[in-house]
């Protein structure tokens, strides 16, 4: 994870930095400097998180290197758009997932504020999310079976749903999440499951 790496490294470089100008200067309330300096750069720090500046100068050449330059886990699937790409990855026992931007010649980094959920809905056992990707067309489906099994899933688009299976131990039944990517999302959308229509815009 070089992401919050690289930045926890810089900040503590310019504190130590102020620090030292701080030392060498001669100036009144000193005390009181360095408690706005400390504020300040920590709030920095924490903005910084937010702006991946490495896209002005790194492309990636595959989506699974800019997961793992961003976060930590092993990337279990890969869902391609034509613009963006998502990450589904297992960190422990958590699942983590993340939408990378395409370019010209590879990947670059996606933080979560470019994410927009424009779909949250449950029908029966099943949860749906649907996210958009800022200034895209690109729209990303998640779908989670809360009570356990496998679905059989498709839509009015012949969309591709790609399938990662849990078992949980502690209650002894396999989850199923489905994921895909799909486009020209409005209220013609017609999702379904095990034979249910489902329409997500109403």
């Known amino acids: 994870m070089l992401y919050g790496i690289t930045r926890l490294v810089f900040w503590s470089i310019i ?6 100008l701080l030392e060498k200067v001669k100036i009144v309330h000193k005390r009181r400097i360095y408690l706005i300096s ?9 903005f910084s998180f937010s702006i991946p500046v490495e896209n002005l100068f790194i492309t990636f050449s595959s989506p699974e290197a800019a997961f793992r330059y961003m976060d930590t886990g092993i990337v279990e699937l890969v869902v391609e758009g034509q613009e963006t ?6 960190n422990g026992d958590a699942d983590i997932w993340t939408v990378l931007p395409k370019s010209d010649n590879g990947w670059k980094l996606g933080v979560g504020k470019n994410l927009k ?8 056992d099943i949860v749906i999310y649907v996210s958009q990707y800022r200034n895209t067309e690109e729209y990303y489906i998640r779908v989670l079976n809360t009570n356990g099994g496998e679905l059989k899933i498709s839509d009015n688009q012949n969309s591709t749903f790609q399938c ?13 999440k489905y994921y895909s990517c799909i486009h020209n999302f409005d209220e013609t959308y017609v999702l379904t499951v095990d034979g249910n229509p489902i329409s997500l815009i109403n």
């Open 38 to 46: 400390s504020c300040l750069i920590i709030v920095l720090c924490s």
């Open 15 to 20: 504190f130590i930095l102020c620090c030292w």
């Open 117 to 124: 959920t424009v779909v949250e809905k449950v029908s029966s």
């Open 164 to 176: 990662l299976i849990r078992f949980n131990e502690l209650v002894n039944k396999t989850f199923s």
């Open 85 to 90: 790409t998502m990450v589904i990855a297992q």
